[in-house]
């Protein structure tokens, strides 16, 4: 582990040539490919160029040299201005692509020359890794042109080398290019799925995992589901209006990131689902998106566990209450619109749940009749009364006090 760290920290300045902080990470990333794909393509050029030179093919194996020297020297180049990078490739690519060329005429055409020019189709893959699709799609057209001269070549100039066996350079260049195309398709699936998995995670992070999986299978964004049990709860903080007047705006994050942090905990481990938080406020559901017989009882749970949360653990280095509202009954849940969009909640359920938390006491956790009904035989309850709520005639709440014993 340390020697792989540290030959990381050797070739990060390497592979890192040509990198520019306000390109993109997949420019990033395609050029550090195409770093490594030079630095191997120039390792094999050397025992190349030495054969060359024993066959007897000098001028060959000379314009190799100074085609090899010239392209270290504009990597050098880009490493010293990153931001002449497409000028520098596109130099080089001129320059090897015409070396080609040379030595297809010096070997008499496309055949005798063993397709030498078929690693030019590294340059519109390399163009595509490093530059973008335009200049892949000029490099395609360069390498179909190249193609086109190195037949037509027999007919303008005679050879001035022979290779008695050209099958086997046709090979080598035939298995180096089929290996740099796997490179760069592999680079490709591997980056789409990359950005996949992160799409992919960040969706699930925003909406139910059903939903998720709903917007992706059927390409729809609206959806609406009619629950016929579910129950909701709202917790506010309070006093949380003049308690942020005297916090700087960092501090007031920082305390709601931290409550709600806590809150979360709690919702993945019961196996709820958090709506949305607005402003101070928190919004949870049990029942939705899958139905579940226990939702009352999970939902009072969690507002017993985030109620004894804050009365015992300082949030930021403050004392904080919460005002928690519960209703049990029928949603509507789903997502509309086509923009930012929210899995969301609607209906009286919904409303009175709202209403339980602001017409609770702080510190308690208020919860209607048919909540009550559903979870009085494991929790303790205390009777409030009727008590006036906006929009409602009188209603009959209840007090959710603890867990009966045994439960």
């Known amino acids: 582990m340390i020697g792989t760290r540290r030959w990381k920290r050797l070739l990060e300045p390497v592979l890192s040539i040509g990198a520019d902080p306000d390109q993109t990470e997949a420019i990033r990333g395609g050029r550090r490919v195409f770093i490594i794909a030079f630095i191997i393509a120039s390792l094999f050029s050397i025992p190349q160029g030495a054969s060359d030179f024993i066959d007897g093919y000098t001028w060959v194996a000379v314009m190799n040299v100074v085609v090899s020297m010239v392209g270290f020297v504009l990597v ?67 390498f179909i042109a190249s193609v086109m001269v190195a037949v037509a070549i027999p007919n303008w100039f005679d050879p001035i080398y022979s290779q008695t066996e050209p099958t086997v350079d046709a090979a080598f260049n035939l298995i180096t290019t089929g290996i740099l195309v796997t490179a760069v398709v592999w680079y490709f699936v591997r980056q789409r799925d990359r950005f996949q998995q992160r799409s992919d995670d960040l969706l699930h992070n925003i909406l139910p995992d059903e939903i998720a999986a709903r917007l992706k299978d059927d390409g729809t964004t609206t959806i609406a589901d009619d629950v016929d049990a579910a129950s909701v709860l709202f917790a506010d903080v309070v006093g949380f209006t003049p308690m942020s007047a005297t916090m700087s705006p960092a501090e007031l994050v920082g305390l709601l990131d931290e409550l709600f942090t806590a809150f979360d905990g709690f919702v993945a481990e019961l196996g709820l689902e958090k709506i949305k938080t607005v402003g101070d406020a928190y919004m949870v559901a049990a029942g939705v998106p899958v139905p579940r017989p226990d939702h009352a009882r999970a939902i009072a749970e969690l ?49 009175t749940a709202s209403r339980m938390e602001s017409s609770g006491i702080p510190g308690s956790i208020q919860v209607t009749r048919a909540t009550y009904e559903l979870i009085s035989d494991g929790f303790v309850c205390e009777p409030r009364g009727s008590v006036a709520v906006k929009g409602k005639d009188e209603m009959e709440t209840y007090f959710l006090l603890s867990r009966r014993a045994g439960t």
């Open 76 to 142: 050098f180049a880009i490493w010293r201005r990153p931001r002449w990078f497409v000028v520098l490739v596109t130099i080089m690519f001129a320059l090897i692509a015409a070396s080609q060329l040379v030595e297809t005429a010096m070997f008499g055409g496309l055949f005798p020359s063993g397709l030498v020019v078929m690693f030019g189709l590294a340059f519109p893959l390399a163009a595509l890794l490093a530059i973008g699709v335009r200049s892949a799609l000029w490099w395609s057209a360069a």
């Open 303 to 351: 507002a017993l566990r985030i109620r004894d949360h804050v009365a015992t653990t300082p949030i930021a280095g403050r004392t904080i209450e919460l005002r928690i509202g519960i209703a049990s009954g029928p949603v509507t849940a789903g997502i509309i619109g086509t923009h930012k969009f929210a899995y969301d909640l609607w209906g009286d359920t919904v409303n």
